[in-house]
C-alpha cells in the first residue's frame, strides 16, 4: 500500500525555553522535523536532550516557545484549548513515560474513556473495541480489574490500549518499554509494529535503550535540543 | 449510568474520609437549617396568633398629631392623641376590601391609688366588649368573675396587674364583684397573707385619670372580671379592659352619651343611620367638630352623672363611636399584604387626620425583641452556611489538587474543561443531595417532634421566641422549598472555586507530578 507523501506533522524552528531561576533552560534550539503518515519513528537521544519535551508539543499537551507546528494540516499554535482538547482526543493517541490510568474504573472502562468522550459510537460498538484492543494487548483476562490491582507492565498495556481504541492518526509514546521488563516491551514493541504494517497508524516513541531501536523504521538523534541526524 | 456520574459516583467512595467529611457538614448545615426555619416560622406563627390575633390586630390608626408610634408600650406613659372624628371615616373602614374587622379603641395609663394615697400607674385599654370580643374571640381567659354583657360598663382587670399591683402598691387583693376569692389564683405573697389572716381582698379599684386641664376624675368601674392572655401575658397582660365610656370619663373625653344629649335630634339620627354616605358626614364636619371636641368643656360632667347609667339600655354602636378613641385596631383580611394595606389605607384616610401603622410599630420594644431573637436565628443559620462554604470549598480544593496527574491524564486523552467541571460538581450535587437531603429530613422530623411535644414555657422571654406560650416549630412547603434552594446554594458556591482549581490541571501538570 502507497503511503501518503503528504507530511502528517511538520515542525520548523520549534524552540522551548524554560525560565529557570534567573537562567532560561532551552529544552530545544530549533527543531525542523517532519513525519508522514505510517511511520514508525523513534527519537534517541541522552537524559535531558529533550525528547519528553518535544514529544509534549507534537502531541498538543505542551507549547512551544517559537515556531510552527502543524499537525495533518493544522497549525496548531494558534489554536484555543477546546480545539486541541478535541485535536488530542480524536488525532492523537498518547502513551506517557509512567503509566496514568483512571483509577476508579476499571480495565475495560479505561479503554472505553477516549471512545465514550467522542460520543459518536455506540454504546455496543465502544464495548467491542475495547474488548477487541484488550484482547490485542493480552488483557482479557483482567478486563474486570481496576489499575491498583494491575501490574507495572499490563497497566502500561492498558494505555497502549486507550491510546490505539480511538484508531488515531498519530500515537505517541515516551518511553513506553522504561518501565517494563525486556520481555514485556519486547511484546508492546510487536504490538505497536504490528498495528503500524496493518493499519498505517503513524508511531513516534522516545528511547535511549538500544534494543528498542531495531524495531524503527526511522531514528532522529537529538542531542541538547538539536536534532542530530 | 452516563460515565461522568459513574466517575463521580465512584471517586465519593474511593475518597471517603473526605466525602464523609462533606457529607457530615451538609448534613448538620441542611439540619439546622431546616430546624432554624422551623422556630423561625413558628416563632412568625406564634406571634401572630398571639399577639396580632390577640391583642393589635395587623394595623392601628393612630392620630396624625401622634408623634411616638409605639402606643401599645406601656413606657409612652401619656395617652395617644385623641382621636374625635371616627364616626367620619368609620364608613371607610367598614366598607374597605381589605379590612375584615376593627374595632375602635382608646388607651391610657390612669393612676392606680392605694389606700394610703400613693399612685402608681396601670395600662387601661377603653373598648366596646362586644365588638373587641368579635375582633378578638377567646383569646383571654375569664378566670375569676365572667365576661361582660353586652353594653355593659366595667373592668376586667388582667390577673398580671392584680399581682403586680398587689405587690406593689395595693395592700388588698382585688376580686370581680360578687364572686368568691379563689385561693389557687393567689399569688405567692398574697397566700403568704392569706395563711396570715391578714389578706385584705376589695371588690372596686380606682383609677385617677389626668387630662390636659389637669383636673382628675376618680372612677371605680365595678370589676367584672379577672382575665389571662393565653400567651405572653407579661408582655400583654398588662393591659386592663374597660368599657369605652368609663375610659372617657375616666380621662375627662367627651363620651358618647354627652355627644348624644348635645346633638339635636335630626343629627342624631342622621348619626344613628348605618348607610351614612361619606357626603353626608363631610356636610355635618362642623357638627361632629363640636361633638368631639374633648376635654374642653367641662359643663357637660353634670349631665354625665344622669345618662350613665341609662347608657347601658339606650346606647348603641353608632353613638358609643361618637366620642373619642385613640386608635382603631384593625384586621386585615387573610391574604392581604401588610406593607400594602398601610400605604392604601393611609391614602383612603388622609383626610381625616389619622394615620396608619402596623402591629410591630405599636407595640415598639416588644415586637423589636421578637425581631432581634428572629434575625439572631437566621444570621446564626447564615453563619452555618458560611462555616460549610468555606471547609467544603477547602476540603474540594485540596481533593482537586491531590488528582492533579488523574485529571490531567483526562484532559491529554481528550476530556475537555467542562467534563471535569461536571464531573467536580456531580460529586459535591450527589453528596449535598444525599447527605444534605438526609439533614433536611432529620430536621423536618425533629420540628415534628418537638412540635408534637409542644413543649410550654412561662419564661417570659422564652416565650416570645416560641412566639406564646407554647412551642410549636413549624415548616410550610414554601419553608422546605427554601431549605433545598439554600442548599442548592451551598452546594454550589463551596463548588465554583474547587472547579475552577481543577479545570486549570493541564496534561503537563499531571506529567510534572510524575
Ligand atoms: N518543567 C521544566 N522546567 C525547567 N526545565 C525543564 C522542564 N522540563 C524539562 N526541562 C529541561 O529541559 C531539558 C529537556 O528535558 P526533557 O524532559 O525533554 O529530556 P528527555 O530527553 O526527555 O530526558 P529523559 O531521557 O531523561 O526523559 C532538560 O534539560 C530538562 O532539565
Ligand atoms: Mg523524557
Redesign the pocket.
Known sequence: MAISTTPLIHLSSVT?E?P?GNTT?H?LRGVDLTVSKGDFMSIV??????????LNIIGCIDQATSGSVVIDGQEITTMNDKQITDLRLYKIGFIF?TFNLIPVLNVIENVEFPLLLMKTFSKTEVRSRAERLIEAVGLSEHSQHRPAELSGGQRQRVAIARALVTQPAIILA??PTANLDSETGNQILELMRDLNQKEHTTFIF?T?DHNVLAYAKKIVK?KD?LITE | MPLIFTIAWRNIFRHRGKSLVIGVILFLGAFLMTVGSGIITGLDRGLKDNIVNSFTGDLLVISSKQINNAVLTPMSGAASEPINNFIQFRSVLKQHKMIDHYVPAAQGTPMVMSDEGDPDFNFIIGVDFKQYRTMFPDKFRVLEGRQPKDGERGLLLTEFNRRTNYEYLLNYWVIPEGAKLVTANLSKEALTAYTKGTLRVKEKMVFMGMNDKTSAMDIMPPVLGIIKFKALDTFIGISNLVDIETYRECFGYTTAAESHVTLNKEQASLLTNADLSDDDLFSNETMFGSAGSSASDYSIHSVKQETARTLVVTENHLDVDAGMYNMIFIKLKSGVPLLKAVNVLNQDLKPYGVRVITWRQALGEIAELATIIKASLFIFVMFIFFVAIIIIMNTLSMAALERVSEIGMMRAVGARKGFISKMFFSETAFLSFFFGGLGILVGLITITILSWIGLSTDNDMLQLLYGGARFHPFLTMGDIVACLIQLSIVTVISTLYPMRVARQITPLHAI?KD
Open positions: 522551548k524554560y529557570l533552560v529544552a537521544g541522552p537524559s535531558g536532550s529533550g525528547k519528553t519535551t518535544l513515560q515516551d518511553e522516545s535511549h537529538i535540543g | 510534572a
